[in-house]
């Protein structure tokens, strides 16, 4: 009897179970096909809609897939509705009558899927009117990013009628469409007229500007939306309209550093009372700018303009001191090796280095530095025929030789007899090692640019679209001392020919000036000159 029990309290179990639960039936191939619209009511394309319901009814049992962010309505309404569903049908209920004589646009965009397999119905769009005619202009295009021209996926595009004062930073667009996963995308069944037009990176989603982080493209002059589609193109950039902000200041013996809040294009320094030019150097990031003493400049007040890489400026008016002598404190233990190149710690023979000092000195002897890869293999760098100090005399530079030794490993020995402070105690140098690469050698590439353009910059671009050098104003361009890689050519144009290439504006009213990617990667190997790359702009 108690096996009796224990069978059947197990077999309700199971059955239960089996009604509880909704899973795909066993065996056979996995579902992958999206459920089919079989019905709406109203049609697609229907005159003359009075119902505040939508249904749509399909071939297989669906669900609502975060179906309230995903749908897009057209023209933007503040009309609410629920969502109802009973297997194969969804419903949507508006609260409120639609708007009369009005062409509106469903887009359900990734909103419905069926329920076994969670299959995503793909494309379903209705159209219809409250009114005796139905919208039928449209427009079509692309969206890529502006600097490196790839398609920009899943970005809102909108439109605002030309005459309405709002635009995408004040409300949500009349008119709302998102791209495909080659950057297409493509209004239907438009009100004819002029709107101004957007397209967003939208990070919070919510269809609205209003981070500077997200991406934004738009057209300076309102477009015309007739019933002939007409393509446009969208090329998405940041807007930054943030000035740099000085957030702290530092004195040492020979120099004031001030840090910014973000990276320093350009710095002009200069003395408030006779206006004389200080020496400065800033770190790679721009964040960090080194204001230095000299024989005229001792101290006072200075004036400082800071200008982004957006054209932001800020002027700053500061008051400069000099700290006490800390070289013999550091005892050259900040001393750092910078590569020029690629920014790695592995450097090749025939690659320029660069020794950073944390103060200003002067180089007294002929034979400075000295490259060791052992104890009886070494070579002696002179002075100035293979070393070079940099006006803020901060800097030594040179080139990486090859030894006959050839270890993975060298050590950099800095003479203190020879390279001595400008002011302070003599300093004590730490031996530097380096570690040496395969001596795969360097490549170099030479172009040229047919344009009537008069001023513009030629890039060159690694894989990740970091610049690696650039030229302005050279229609015959040449690249040397080039790592092994892939690269690409960058053109930014200057269209007004004021020295410099600019942004768009966060007004919207004035676009980026043009930006040329040349479609064919380059190649460069080691060892070899690539010619004849010839860039039609």
Not at 115 to 130: C, D, G, Q
Not at 233 to 247: G, R, V
Not at 429 to 451: D, R, V
Not at 523 to 533: S, V
């Amino acid at each position: 009897m108690k096996i009796i029990n224990t069978a059947l309290i197990a077999a309700t179990l199971l059955t239960l179970a089996s009604c509880a639960s909704v899973s795909s039936p066993e065996g056979g191939d996995k579902d992958t096909t999206p459920p089919t619209l079989v019905s709406s009511n109203p049609k697609d394309q229907q005159l003359n809609v009075s119902t505040r319901t939508i249904s749509l009814e399909f071939d297989e049992d669906v669900q609502p897939n975060n179906l309230q962010k995903e749908l897009l309505i057209t023209p933007f309404t503040e009309n609410k509705y629920r969502i109802r569903t009973d297997e194969k049908v969804i419903e949507l209920n508006f609260d409120t009558p639609l708007q009369d004589s009005t062409t509106y646009t469903l887009n359900f965009r990734k909103g419905i899927a069926d329920i076994t397999e969670k299959n995503v119905v793909e494309n379903l769009r209705l159209s219809f009117s409250t009114g005796s005619y139905i919208d039928s202009s449209r427009v079509e295009g692309q969206v890529v990013n502006l600097m490196t021209q790839q398609p920009e996926k899943d970005v809102i595009v909108a439109l605002y009628p030309a005459e309405d004062t709002t635009n995408i930073r004040k409300s949500r667009p009349y008119y709302q469409t998102q791209t495909n996963s080659s950057g297409q995308f493509d209004f239907k069944n438009l009100r004819e007229g002029n709107y101004r037009i957007y397209a967003l990176a939208d990070k919070n989603n919510n269809s609205l500007y209003d981070n500077e982080a997200e991406r934004i493209a738009f057209i300076g002059k309102p477009i015309s939306v007739k019933p002939d589609s007409q393509q446009v193109t969208l090329e998405t950039f940041t807007i930054d309209t943030k000035k740099p902000i000085a957030l702290q200041r530092q004195k040492f013996v020979d120099r004031f550093t001030v840090t910014y809040s973000e990276g320093v294009e350009r710095i002009t320094a200069l003395t408030l009372t006779t206006k004389d030019t200080i020496l400065y150097k800033s770190t790679p990031d721009g964040k960090n700018i080194e204001l230095f003493k000299n024989q005229k400049f001792t101290g006072g007040k200075v004036l400082v303009a800071a200008v982004d890489s957006a054209g932001n400026s800020t002027l700053d008016t500061l008051q400069v001191d000099f700290g006490p002598d800390y070289t013999q404190r550091l005892q050259g233990a900040n001393l750092k090796v910078i590569n020029t190149q690629n920014g790695g710690q592995t450097y090749r023979p025939g690659q320029k280095a660069t020794i950073e000092l944390q103060t200003q000195v002067r180089i007294t002897g002929t034979t400075p530095v000295t490259i060791q890869a052992d104890t009886t293999t070494s070579i002696t760098l002179k002075y100035p025929e293979q070393l070079t100090l940099d006006k803020t005399a901060t800097e030594i530079s040179f080139t990486i030789p090859q030894l006959k030794n050839r270890q993975q490993s060298y050590m950099i020995l800095l003479d203190s007899t020879q390279i001595v402070p400008l002011q302070g105690k003599p300093l004590k140098f730490a031996q530097i090692p380096i570690t040496i690469g395969e001596a795969q050698g360097t490549g170099s590439l030479k172009g040229s640019i047919t344009t009537t353009q008069k001023s513009f910059i030629v890039q060159l671009l690694d894989g990740k679209y970091n610049v690696v050098k650039e030229q302005k104003n050279v229609k015959n361009f040449q690249f040397r001392d080039l790592p092994p890689g892939i690269y690409l050519i960058r053109i930014l144009v200057d269209e007004n020919n004021n020295g410099k290439w600019d942004r768009g504006t966060g007004t919207f009213d004035k676009e980026p000036e043009r930006v040329y990617i040349h479609p064919d990667q380059v190649e460069i190997r080691a060892n070899w000159e690539l010619e004849d790359i010839k860039v039609q702009l």
